[in-house]
Protein backbone atom coordinates (compact mmCIF):
# COMPACT_ATOMS: atom_id res chain seq x y z
CA UNK A 1 0.00 0.00 0.00
CA UNK A 2 1.01 3.25 -0.92
CA UNK A 3 1.87 6.36 0.89
CA UNK A 4 -1.64 7.96 -0.04
CA UNK A 5 -3.16 4.87 0.08
CA UNK A 6 -2.48 4.32 3.77
CA UNK A 7 -3.78 8.30 4.69
CA UNK A 8 -6.78 7.76 2.58
CA UNK A 9 -7.75 3.84 4.77
CA UNK A 10 -6.08 6.02 8.29
CA UNK A 11 -8.62 8.18 7.60
CA UNK A 12 -12.15 6.22 6.19
CA UNK A 13 -11.04 3.80 9.68
CA UNK A 14 -11.12 7.18 11.63
CA UNK A 15 -14.34 8.43 9.98
CA UNK A 16 -15.81 4.39 10.78
CA UNK A 17 -15.02 4.90 14.22
CA UNK A 18 -16.59 8.01 15.06
CA UNK A 19 -16.33 9.27 18.18
CA UNK A 20 -14.24 6.19 19.53
CA UNK A 21 -15.25 3.15 21.42
CA UNK A 22 -15.72 4.87 24.86
CA UNK A 23 -18.03 7.29 23.43
CA UNK A 24 -19.88 4.41 21.42
CA UNK A 25 -20.30 2.14 24.84
CA UNK A 26 -22.03 5.14 26.15
CA UNK A 27 -24.28 5.49 23.71
CA UNK A 28 -24.95 1.74 23.93
CA UNK A 29 -25.26 2.39 27.58
CA UNK A 30 -28.22 4.44 26.97
CA UNK A 31 -29.90 1.80 24.73
CA UNK A 32 -29.40 3.90 22.08
CA UNK A 33 -27.50 2.26 18.56
CA UNK A 34 -24.55 4.17 16.73
CA UNK A 35 -25.57 6.43 13.77
CA UNK A 36 -23.99 3.67 11.67
CA UNK A 37 -25.73 0.99 13.29
CA UNK A 38 -29.27 2.90 12.30
CA UNK A 39 -28.40 3.03 8.78
CA UNK A 40 -27.57 -0.63 8.56
CA UNK A 41 -30.95 -1.75 10.26
CA UNK A 42 -32.71 0.75 8.05
CA UNK A 43 -31.98 0.09 4.69
CA UNK A 44 -31.24 -2.80 2.93
CA UNK A 45 -28.46 -5.47 2.98
CA UNK A 46 -25.51 -3.65 1.87
CA UNK A 47 -27.20 -0.89 0.12
CA UNK A 48 -25.63 2.00 1.38
CA UNK A 49 -23.19 4.35 -0.41
CA UNK A 50 -21.79 6.80 2.26
CA UNK A 51 -21.28 10.17 0.63
CA UNK A 52 -18.62 13.04 2.12
CA UNK A 53 -16.71 10.50 4.89
CA UNK A 54 -13.46 12.68 4.50
CA UNK A 55 -15.26 15.95 4.98
CA UNK A 56 -14.44 18.09 8.10
CA UNK A 57 -14.76 21.15 9.91
CA UNK A 58 -12.87 24.47 8.99
CA UNK A 59 -13.21 25.67 12.82
CA UNK A 60 -10.13 27.04 14.26
CA UNK A 61 -11.33 28.55 17.34
CA UNK A 62 -11.36 26.63 21.21
CA UNK A 63 -8.33 24.04 20.25
CA UNK A 64 -10.93 22.49 17.36
CA UNK A 65 -8.24 23.15 14.97
CA UNK A 66 -6.56 20.03 16.08
CA UNK A 67 -9.73 18.11 16.87
CA UNK A 68 -11.21 16.73 13.99
CA UNK A 69 -13.16 13.67 13.21
CA UNK A 70 -13.84 12.91 9.68
CA UNK A 71 -16.99 13.21 8.78
CA UNK A 72 -17.39 15.63 11.11
CA UNK A 73 -20.50 13.94 13.33
CA UNK A 74 -23.16 13.15 10.55
CA UNK A 75 -23.25 9.98 8.41
CA UNK A 76 -24.99 10.51 4.54
CA UNK A 77 -25.52 9.37 1.81
CA UNK A 78 -27.90 7.23 0.01
CA UNK A 79 -29.68 3.20 -0.13
CA UNK A 80 -32.16 1.38 -0.90
CA UNK A 81 -35.60 0.27 1.74
CA UNK A 82 -37.37 -2.74 0.14
CA UNK A 83 -35.32 -2.05 -2.92
CA UNK A 84 -36.72 1.90 -3.27
CA UNK A 85 -34.04 4.65 -3.19
CA UNK A 86 -33.87 7.22 -0.17
CA UNK A 87 -31.14 9.73 0.79
CA UNK A 88 -30.41 9.65 4.25
CA UNK A 89 -28.45 11.39 7.16
CA UNK A 90 -27.59 10.46 10.53
CA UNK A 91 -26.48 12.64 13.08
CA UNK A 92 -23.74 10.92 15.38
CA UNK A 93 -23.67 12.27 19.04
CA UNK A 94 -20.19 10.30 19.54
CA UNK A 95 -18.27 13.00 17.57
CA UNK A 96 -19.00 16.41 19.66
CA UNK A 97 -22.33 15.28 20.74
CA UNK A 98 -23.71 15.04 17.00
CA UNK A 99 -23.86 18.95 17.09
CA UNK A 100 -24.24 21.05 14.25
CA UNK A 101 -21.22 22.77 12.17
CA UNK A 102 -21.30 24.42 9.21
CA UNK A 103 -19.47 21.54 7.33
CA UNK A 104 -22.19 19.22 9.17
CA UNK A 105 -24.60 21.03 7.79
CA UNK A 106 -23.39 21.31 4.22
CA UNK A 107 -23.50 17.56 4.19
CA UNK A 108 -26.92 17.12 5.35
CA UNK A 109 -27.54 19.99 2.70
CA UNK A 110 -25.76 18.06 -0.40
CA UNK A 111 -28.22 14.76 0.08
CA UNK A 112 -31.09 17.13 0.40
CA UNK A 113 -30.32 19.06 -3.13
CA UNK A 114 -29.53 15.62 -4.66
CA UNK A 115 -32.85 13.93 -3.15
CA UNK A 116 -34.52 16.50 -4.64
CA UNK A 117 -33.30 16.25 -8.59
CA UNK A 118 -33.57 12.47 -8.25
CA UNK A 119 -36.93 12.41 -6.57
CA UNK A 120 -36.33 10.13 -3.76
CA UNK A 121 -37.15 10.51 0.04
CA UNK A 122 -34.97 11.83 2.69
CA UNK A 123 -35.03 9.88 5.98
CA UNK A 124 -33.02 12.61 8.74
CA UNK A 125 -32.00 10.39 12.07
CA UNK A 126 -31.35 13.56 14.45
CA UNK A 127 -29.20 12.42 17.77
CA UNK A 128 -27.76 15.55 18.41
CA UNK A 129 -26.99 18.41 21.08
CA UNK A 130 -27.82 21.34 18.59
CA UNK A 131 -25.61 24.42 17.03
CA UNK A 132 -21.90 24.04 16.96
CA UNK A 133 -21.43 25.96 20.34
CA UNK A 134 -17.41 26.31 19.11
CA UNK A 135 -18.65 27.53 15.67
CA UNK A 136 -21.04 30.22 16.49
CA UNK A 137 -23.38 31.35 14.28
CA UNK A 138 -21.47 29.63 11.30
CA UNK A 139 -23.66 26.58 12.79
CA UNK A 140 -27.06 28.75 12.73
CA UNK A 141 -26.36 29.84 9.64
CA UNK A 142 -25.89 25.96 8.54
CA UNK A 143 -29.78 25.46 10.17
CA UNK A 144 -31.21 28.07 8.06
CA UNK A 145 -29.80 26.65 4.96
CA UNK A 146 -31.12 23.18 6.23
CA UNK A 147 -34.25 24.37 6.82
CA UNK A 148 -34.58 26.58 3.65
CA UNK A 149 -33.95 23.03 1.74
CA UNK A 150 -36.55 21.28 4.48
CA UNK A 151 -39.18 24.20 2.90
CA UNK A 152 -38.62 23.89 -1.12
CA UNK A 153 -38.84 19.97 -0.37
CA UNK A 154 -42.06 19.80 1.45
CA UNK A 155 -44.75 18.37 -1.00
CA UNK A 156 -42.12 17.57 -3.61
CA UNK A 157 -40.59 14.13 -1.70
CA UNK A 158 -41.64 13.09 1.31
CA UNK A 159 -39.57 14.13 4.26
CA UNK A 160 -39.00 11.41 7.46
CA UNK A 161 -37.22 12.83 10.40
CA UNK A 162 -36.33 10.01 13.49
CA UNK A 163 -35.56 11.93 16.51
CA UNK A 164 -33.29 8.98 18.20
CA UNK A 165 -31.95 11.45 21.12
CA UNK A 166 -31.48 15.17 21.70
CA UNK A 167 -33.13 17.43 19.63
CA UNK A 168 -33.11 20.92 21.39
CA UNK A 169 -33.78 24.96 20.74
CA UNK A 170 -33.92 26.49 17.18
CA UNK A 171 -32.26 22.31 15.63
CA UNK A 172 -36.34 21.13 16.36
CA UNK A 173 -37.30 23.36 13.15
CA UNK A 174 -36.42 21.18 10.87
CA UNK A 175 -38.01 18.21 11.87
CA UNK A 176 -40.56 20.31 12.32
CA UNK A 177 -41.07 21.20 9.09
CA UNK A 178 -40.54 17.54 8.02
CA UNK A 179 -43.63 15.23 6.98
CA UNK A 180 -43.45 12.94 9.73
CA UNK A 181 -41.71 12.72 13.22
CA UNK A 182 -41.04 9.35 14.56
CA UNK A 183 -39.96 9.12 18.00
CA UNK A 184 -38.10 6.87 20.77
CA UNK A 185 -39.74 6.67 24.30
CA UNK A 186 -37.39 7.17 27.02
CA UNK A 187 -34.14 8.20 24.83
CA UNK A 188 -35.33 10.63 22.50
CA UNK A 189 -37.08 14.65 23.82
CA UNK A 190 -37.20 17.36 21.65
CA UNK A 191 -38.01 21.24 22.87
CA UNK A 192 -37.32 24.64 22.13
CA UNK A 193 -35.93 25.61 25.32
CA UNK A 194 -34.75 23.23 27.99
CA UNK A 195 -35.55 22.11 31.45
CA UNK A 196 -33.04 24.87 32.84
CA UNK A 197 -34.84 27.34 30.89
CA UNK A 198 -38.07 26.81 31.68
CA UNK A 199 -36.94 26.93 35.48
CA UNK A 200 -35.13 30.41 35.05
CA UNK A 201 -38.61 31.97 32.95
CA UNK A 202 -41.40 30.06 33.96
CA UNK A 203 -40.10 28.77 37.74
CA UNK A 204 -41.92 25.39 36.75
CA UNK A 205 -39.92 22.58 37.28
CA UNK A 206 -40.36 19.48 34.47
CA UNK A 207 -37.79 16.89 33.17
CA UNK A 208 -36.52 16.53 29.77
CA UNK A 209 -38.76 13.48 29.33
CA UNK A 210 -41.95 15.39 30.50
CA UNK A 211 -40.89 18.37 28.95
CA UNK A 212 -40.48 17.03 25.21
CA UNK A 213 -40.18 12.93 25.57
CA UNK A 214 -42.09 10.74 22.76
CA UNK A 215 -44.57 10.38 25.24
CA UNK A 216 -45.18 14.33 25.53
CA UNK A 217 -45.07 14.98 21.75
CA UNK A 218 -47.11 11.69 20.99
CA UNK A 219 -50.03 12.68 23.37
CA UNK A 220 -50.52 16.22 24.71
CA UNK A 221 -48.64 18.47 22.05
CA UNK A 222 -48.94 16.42 18.86
CA UNK A 223 -45.87 17.36 17.22
CA UNK A 224 -44.85 13.80 17.16
CA UNK A 225 -46.10 11.21 15.08
CA UNK A 226 -45.39 8.23 16.70
CA UNK A 227 -43.13 6.39 19.79
CA UNK A 228 -41.65 3.51 19.59
CA UNK A 229 -40.39 1.32 22.54
CA UNK A 230 -36.15 1.46 20.91
CA UNK A 231 -34.31 2.17 17.65
CA UNK A 232 -34.50 -1.28 16.29
CA UNK A 233 -38.33 -1.15 16.70
CA UNK A 234 -38.70 2.52 14.74
CA UNK A 235 -36.35 1.86 11.97
CA UNK A 236 -38.28 -1.50 11.32
CA UNK A 237 -40.98 0.40 11.50
CA UNK A 238 -40.44 2.93 9.38
CA UNK A 239 -39.33 0.47 6.58
CA UNK A 240 -42.94 -0.65 6.77
CA UNK A 241 -43.93 2.47 6.67
CA UNK A 242 -41.87 3.89 3.23
CA UNK A 243 -43.47 1.31 1.07
CA UNK A 244 -46.63 3.23 1.71
CA UNK A 245 -45.44 6.46 0.44
CA UNK A 246 -44.72 7.41 -3.30
CA UNK A 247 -40.89 8.31 -4.01
CA UNK A 248 -42.12 11.69 -4.95
CA UNK A 249 -44.54 14.08 -6.34
CA UNK A 250 -43.60 13.03 -9.50
CA UNK A 251 -44.10 8.98 -8.82
CA UNK A 252 -47.62 6.98 -8.13
CA UNK A 253 -47.49 5.61 -5.04
CA UNK A 254 -45.97 1.91 -4.91
CA UNK A 255 -48.54 -0.75 -5.88
CA UNK A 256 -48.27 -3.89 -3.62
CA UNK A 257 -49.53 -7.23 -5.47
CA UNK A 258 -52.27 -8.93 -2.85
CA UNK A 259 -54.01 -12.22 -2.75
CA UNK A 260 -56.59 -10.39 -0.65
CA UNK A 261 -59.76 -10.44 -3.00
CA UNK A 262 -60.86 -7.00 -4.08
CA UNK A 263 -64.64 -8.30 -4.18
CA UNK A 264 -64.20 -9.74 -0.71
CA UNK A 265 -67.50 -9.20 1.31
CA UNK A 266 -67.58 -8.75 5.17
CA UNK A 267 -70.59 -9.76 6.59
CA UNK A 268 -70.16 -8.93 9.57
CA UNK A 269 -69.89 -5.37 8.79
CA UNK A 270 -73.75 -5.58 8.85
CA UNK A 271 -74.48 -5.65 12.45
CA UNK A 272 -71.42 -3.02 12.79
CA UNK A 273 -73.57 0.05 13.67
CA UNK A 274 -75.44 -0.22 16.81
CA UNK A 275 -79.23 0.37 16.14
CA UNK A 276 -79.11 2.79 19.28
CA UNK A 277 -77.69 5.71 17.80
CA UNK A 278 -76.04 7.55 20.53
CA UNK A 279 -74.22 3.86 21.32
CA UNK A 280 -70.42 4.23 20.10
CA UNK A 281 -68.68 1.00 18.02
CA UNK A 282 -65.55 0.67 17.11
CA UNK A 283 -64.76 2.69 13.69
CA UNK A 284 -61.53 -0.05 13.86
CA UNK A 285 -63.42 -2.77 12.89
CA UNK A 286 -64.31 -1.34 9.61
CA UNK A 287 -60.73 -0.09 8.97
CA UNK A 288 -59.63 -3.58 9.37
CA UNK A 289 -61.89 -4.92 7.58
CA UNK A 290 -61.29 -3.25 4.29
CA UNK A 291 -58.12 -2.78 3.94
CA UNK A 292 -55.68 -5.39 2.00
CA UNK A 293 -54.81 -8.10 4.19
CA UNK A 294 -55.83 -6.11 7.33
CA UNK A 295 -52.73 -3.99 7.44
CA UNK A 296 -53.48 -0.32 8.38
CA UNK A 297 -50.58 1.74 9.18
CA UNK A 298 -51.87 4.09 11.83
CA UNK A 299 -50.65 7.31 12.02
CA UNK A 300 -51.01 9.63 15.55
CA UNK A 301 -52.46 6.71 17.37
CA UNK A 302 -52.30 8.32 21.02
CA UNK A 303 -53.47 12.21 19.94
CA UNK A 304 -57.00 13.09 19.25
CA UNK A 305 -58.36 9.60 18.83
CA UNK A 306 -61.50 11.15 17.84
CA UNK A 307 -60.36 10.72 14.70
CA UNK A 308 -58.22 8.00 13.16
CA UNK A 309 -55.55 8.44 10.32
CA UNK A 310 -53.43 6.15 8.75
CA UNK A 311 -51.94 4.24 5.35
CA UNK A 312 -53.97 1.00 4.22
CA UNK A 313 -54.22 -0.74 0.52
CA UNK A 314 -57.21 -1.05 -1.58
CA UNK A 315 -56.26 -3.76 -4.03
CA UNK A 316 -52.42 -2.83 -3.99
CA UNK A 317 -52.81 0.48 -4.03
CA UNK A 318 -51.94 2.51 -0.67
CA UNK A 319 -54.76 4.97 0.26
CA UNK A 320 -54.71 7.56 3.45
CA UNK A 321 -57.96 6.71 5.53
CA UNK A 322 -59.44 9.34 7.73
CA UNK A 323 -62.04 8.13 9.68
CA UNK A 324 -64.20 9.32 12.52
CA UNK A 325 -64.05 7.35 15.62
CA UNK A 326 -67.18 7.08 17.77
CA UNK A 327 -65.61 5.27 20.99
CA UNK A 328 -64.31 8.87 21.56
CA UNK A 329 -65.97 12.09 21.99
CA UNK A 330 -68.55 10.56 19.65
CA UNK A 331 -66.25 10.95 16.77
CA UNK A 332 -66.66 14.39 17.24
CA UNK A 333 -64.71 16.98 15.47
CA UNK A 334 -61.99 19.35 17.75
CA UNK A 335 -59.49 21.41 17.29
CA UNK A 336 -56.80 18.97 17.73
CA UNK A 337 -58.45 16.15 15.16
CA UNK A 338 -59.11 18.86 12.84
CA UNK A 339 -55.46 19.97 12.74
CA UNK A 340 -54.42 16.46 12.57
CA UNK A 341 -56.80 15.28 9.64
CA UNK A 342 -55.79 18.45 7.76
CA UNK A 343 -52.36 17.83 7.71
CA UNK A 344 -52.65 14.01 6.80
CA UNK A 345 -55.14 15.21 4.09
CA UNK A 346 -52.39 17.41 2.72
CA UNK A 347 -49.88 14.69 2.64
CA UNK A 348 -52.16 12.58 0.81
CA UNK A 349 -53.00 15.44 -1.47
CA UNK A 350 -48.69 16.32 -2.12
CA UNK A 351 -47.92 13.12 -2.52
CA UNK A 352 -50.99 11.56 -5.20
CA UNK A 353 -52.48 9.27 -2.48
CA UNK A 354 -55.79 8.49 -2.89
CA UNK A 355 -58.35 9.77 0.39
CA UNK A 356 -60.88 7.18 2.20
CA UNK A 357 -62.74 9.09 4.63
CA UNK A 358 -65.08 7.00 6.85
CA UNK A 359 -67.88 9.66 8.37
CA UNK A 360 -69.90 9.01 11.69
CA UNK A 361 -69.90 12.74 12.54
CA UNK A 362 -71.93 14.12 15.17
CA UNK A 363 -70.51 17.67 14.32
CA UNK A 364 -67.75 20.05 15.93
CA UNK A 365 -67.38 19.96 19.74
CA UNK A 366 -69.15 22.69 21.68
CA UNK A 367 -67.57 24.57 24.34
CA UNK A 368 -65.55 27.64 25.28
CA UNK A 369 -62.17 25.78 25.21
CA UNK A 370 -63.06 25.10 22.04
CA UNK A 371 -64.58 28.63 20.61
CA UNK A 372 -61.64 30.62 22.45
CA UNK A 373 -58.79 28.09 21.11
CA UNK A 374 -59.71 28.60 17.95
CA UNK A 375 -62.47 26.25 16.48
CA UNK A 376 -63.39 28.50 13.29
CA UNK A 377 -59.84 28.29 12.28
CA UNK A 378 -58.87 24.96 12.77
CA UNK A 379 -61.96 23.67 11.60
CA UNK A 380 -61.56 25.73 8.64
CA UNK A 381 -58.00 23.74 7.97
CA UNK A 382 -59.34 20.45 7.26
CA UNK A 383 -62.47 21.92 5.33
CA UNK A 384 -59.58 23.60 3.54
CA UNK A 385 -57.67 20.41 2.80
CA UNK A 386 -60.26 18.49 1.80
CA UNK A 387 -61.71 20.91 -0.96
CA UNK A 388 -58.32 21.58 -2.49
CA UNK A 389 -57.57 18.35 -2.29
CA UNK A 390 -57.40 16.78 -6.20
CA UNK A 391 -56.81 13.43 -5.47
CA UNK A 392 -59.45 10.68 -5.86
CA UNK A 393 -61.53 10.91 -3.04
CA UNK A 394 -63.55 8.32 -1.96
CA UNK A 395 -66.05 8.74 1.09
CA UNK A 396 -68.39 6.26 3.42
CA UNK A 397 -70.88 7.51 5.52
CA UNK A 398 -71.79 4.94 8.30
CA UNK A 399 -74.27 6.63 10.38
CA UNK A 400 -73.89 10.27 11.79
CA UNK A 401 -72.89 12.93 9.33
CA UNK A 402 -74.66 16.15 10.70
CA UNK A 403 -74.00 19.89 10.06
CA UNK A 404 -71.31 21.48 8.84
CA UNK A 405 -69.25 18.59 9.73
CA UNK A 406 -71.00 16.47 6.92
CA UNK A 407 -70.00 19.20 4.74
CA UNK A 408 -66.04 18.99 5.81
CA UNK A 409 -65.82 15.25 5.76
CA UNK A 410 -65.01 14.77 2.12
CA UNK A 411 -68.78 15.55 1.17
CA UNK A 412 -69.96 15.18 -2.90
CA UNK A 413 -69.62 19.47 -2.41
CA UNK A 414 -65.88 19.33 -1.49
CA UNK A 415 -65.35 17.78 -4.49
CA UNK A 416 -65.52 14.14 -3.07
CA UNK A 417 -65.47 11.58 -6.06
CA UNK A 418 -67.47 8.55 -4.91
CA UNK A 419 -70.04 9.65 -1.84
CA UNK A 420 -71.54 6.30 -0.32
CA UNK A 421 -73.35 5.98 2.67
CA UNK A 422 -74.96 3.04 4.72
CA UNK A 423 -78.72 2.43 4.76
CA UNK A 424 -77.86 3.28 8.80
CA UNK A 425 -76.64 6.85 7.77
CA UNK A 426 -78.23 9.81 9.11
CA UNK A 427 -77.43 13.43 6.85
CA UNK A 428 -78.84 16.30 8.62
CA UNK A 429 -78.14 19.60 10.06
CA UNK A 430 -78.26 18.22 13.54
CA UNK A 431 -79.76 15.26 15.66
CA UNK A 432 -83.32 14.71 15.77
CA UNK A 433 -83.41 15.83 19.25
CA UNK A 434 -81.48 19.22 18.63
CA UNK A 435 -83.36 19.80 16.07
CA UNK A 436 -87.03 19.39 17.39
CA UNK A 437 -86.47 21.21 20.71
CA UNK A 438 -85.80 23.84 17.83
CA UNK A 439 -88.07 24.19 15.84
CA UNK A 440 -90.78 22.82 18.33
CA UNK A 441 -89.19 25.22 21.39
CA UNK A 442 -93.06 25.95 22.35
CA UNK A 443 -94.10 22.31 22.94
CA UNK A 444 -90.99 21.72 25.08
CA UNK A 445 -93.09 20.81 28.01
CA UNK A 446 -94.87 18.17 26.44
CA UNK A 447 -92.73 15.26 26.57
CA UNK A 448 -94.97 13.44 24.54
CA UNK A 449 -95.70 15.78 21.68
CA UNK A 450 -91.71 15.98 21.69
CA UNK A 451 -91.05 11.99 21.01
CA UNK A 452 -93.52 12.26 18.46
CA UNK A 453 -92.28 15.54 16.55
CA UNK A 454 -88.43 13.46 17.22
CA UNK A 455 -89.64 10.15 15.66
CA UNK A 456 -91.21 12.23 12.85
CA UNK A 457 -87.88 14.54 12.29
CA UNK A 458 -85.51 10.88 12.66
CA UNK A 459 -87.81 9.26 10.08
CA UNK A 460 -87.99 12.04 7.21
CA UNK A 461 -84.17 13.25 7.45
CA UNK A 462 -82.25 10.68 9.82
CA UNK A 463 -81.45 8.40 6.86
CA UNK A 464 -79.79 8.66 3.80
CA UNK A 465 -82.47 8.81 1.50
CA UNK A 466 -83.30 12.73 1.34
CA UNK A 467 -79.26 13.29 0.78
CA UNK A 468 -79.41 10.66 -2.34
CA UNK A 469 -82.42 12.07 -3.41
CA UNK A 470 -80.57 14.92 -3.92
CA UNK A 471 -77.63 13.49 -5.69
CA UNK A 472 -75.28 14.47 -2.57
CA UNK A 473 -74.97 10.30 -2.07
CA UNK A 474 -73.91 8.34 -5.21
CA UNK A 475 -75.22 4.96 -3.84
CA UNK A 476 -76.52 3.56 -0.51
CA UNK A 477 -74.50 0.40 -0.41
CA UNK A 478 -74.45 -2.65 1.76
CA UNK A 479 -72.09 -2.40 4.58
CA UNK A 480 -70.65 -5.95 3.32
CA UNK A 481 -70.15 -4.65 0.25
CA UNK A 482 -67.73 -1.30 1.32
CA UNK A 483 -64.35 -3.18 0.58
CA UNK A 484 -65.49 -3.90 -3.12
CA UNK A 485 -67.28 -1.26 -4.30
CA UNK A 486 -64.18 1.33 -2.62
CA UNK A 487 -62.09 -1.00 -4.55
CA UNK A 488 -63.96 -0.99 -7.67
CA UNK A 489 -64.29 3.22 -7.40
CA UNK A 490 -60.53 3.38 -7.00
CA UNK A 491 -59.59 1.17 -9.87
CA UNK A 492 -61.82 3.86 -11.99
CA UNK A 493 -60.60 6.86 -10.51
CA UNK A 494 -56.96 5.92 -10.48
CA UNK A 495 -56.29 8.17 -13.69
CA UNK A 496 -58.55 10.82 -12.05
CA UNK A 497 -57.24 14.24 -13.55
CA UNK A 498 -57.68 17.96 -11.77
CA UNK A 499 -56.69 20.73 -11.45
CA UNK A 500 -56.93 23.89 -9.06
CA UNK A 501 -56.60 27.65 -10.41
CA UNK A 502 -52.97 28.66 -11.01
CA UNK A 503 -51.79 30.76 -7.89
CA UNK A 504 -48.60 31.44 -6.12
CA UNK A 505 -49.93 29.20 -3.39
CA UNK A 506 -53.11 29.06 -1.24
CA UNK A 507 -53.69 30.88 2.05
CA UNK A 508 -54.63 28.15 4.38
CA UNK A 509 -56.07 29.43 7.75
CA UNK A 510 -52.89 28.65 9.90
C1 LIG B 1 -20.34 21.09 20.72
C2 LIG B 1 -21.22 19.47 22.05
C3 LIG B 1 -22.49 20.05 21.97
C4 LIG B 1 -22.62 21.22 21.21
C5 LIG B 1 -22.66 18.31 23.20
N1 LIG B 1 -21.36 18.40 22.84
N2 LIG B 1 -23.35 19.33 22.70
N3 LIG B 1 -20.15 19.98 21.44
N4 LIG B 1 -21.50 21.70 20.58
N5 LIG B 1 -23.78 21.82 21.07
C6 LIG B 1 -20.31 17.47 23.17
C7 LIG B 1 -19.93 17.52 24.62
O1 LIG B 1 -18.94 18.51 24.82
C8 LIG B 1 -19.37 16.13 24.83
O2 LIG B 1 -18.05 16.08 24.30
C9 LIG B 1 -20.23 15.28 23.94
O3 LIG B 1 -20.81 16.17 22.99
C10 LIG B 1 -21.33 14.59 24.67
O4 LIG B 1 -21.99 15.55 25.48
P1 LIG B 1 -22.36 15.24 26.99
O5 LIG B 1 -22.77 16.52 27.58
O6 LIG B 1 -21.24 14.48 27.65
O7 LIG B 1 -23.56 14.24 26.81
P2 LIG B 1 -24.87 14.12 27.67
O8 LIG B 1 -24.55 14.13 29.13
O9 LIG B 1 -25.62 12.95 27.11
O10 LIG B 1 -25.70 15.45 27.38
C11 LIG B 1 -26.21 15.73 26.08
C12 LIG B 1 -26.70 17.18 26.00
C13 LIG B 1 -25.58 18.13 26.47
C14 LIG B 1 -27.92 17.35 26.88
C15 LIG B 1 -27.10 17.42 24.54
O11 LIG B 1 -24.38 17.79 25.76
C16 LIG B 1 -25.88 19.56 26.18
O12 LIG B 1 -26.62 20.19 26.90
N6 LIG B 1 -25.24 20.10 25.15
C17 LIG B 1 -25.38 21.49 24.79
C18 LIG B 1 -26.75 21.75 24.20
C19 LIG B 1 -26.87 23.15 23.69
O13 LIG B 1 -26.98 24.08 24.48
N7 LIG B 1 -26.77 23.30 22.39
C20 LIG B 1 -26.93 24.55 21.73
C21 LIG B 1 -28.42 24.80 21.69
S1 LIG B 1 -28.81 26.19 20.80
P3 LIG B 1 -16.96 15.04 24.79
O14 LIG B 1 -15.73 15.42 24.07
O15 LIG B 1 -16.89 15.23 26.29
O16 LIG B 1 -17.46 13.70 24.42
C22 LIG B 1 -29.09 25.57 19.32
C23 LIG B 1 -29.55 26.59 18.39
C24 LIG B 1 -29.94 26.03 17.11
O17 LIG B 1 -28.93 24.47 19.02
C25 LIG B 1 -30.54 27.17 16.37
C26 LIG B 1 -30.99 26.81 15.05
C27 LIG B 1 -31.64 27.95 14.39
Keep these: ?39 DALLDEESFEEWDMFVEHNCRDFGMDSNRVPGDGVITGHGKINGRPVFVYSQDFTVFGGSL ?29 GARIQEGVASLAGYADVFQRNVLASGVIPQISMIMGPCAGGAVYSPAITDFIFMIRNSSYMFVTGPDVVKTVTHEEVSAEKLGGALTHTSTSGVADLAFENDIEALVQVRRFFDFIPL ?4 RPPVQPTNDPVDRLESSLDTLVPHDPNRPYDMFELIYKTVDEHDFFEIQPDYAGNIIIGFGRLGGMPVGVVANQPMVLAGCLDIDSSRKAARFVRFCD ?27 KHGAKLLFAYAEATVPKLTVITRKAYGGAYDVMSSKHLRGDLNYSWPSAEIAVMGP ?16 KIAQRTRDYREKFANPLVASQHGFIDDIIPPHSTRARLCRGLELLVNKKLDNPSKKHDNIPL
Excluded: W
Excluded at 439 to 445: A, L
Design 433 to 448: KGAVEIIFREEIDDPD
Design 1 to 39: MNDVSKRIEKRRDSSMLGGGQKRVDAQHSKGKLTARERI
Design 101 to 129: SSAHARKICKVMDQAMKVGAPVIGINDSG
Design 248 to 251: SNRE
Design 350 to 376: CFGIPIITLVDVPGFLPGTSQEYGGII
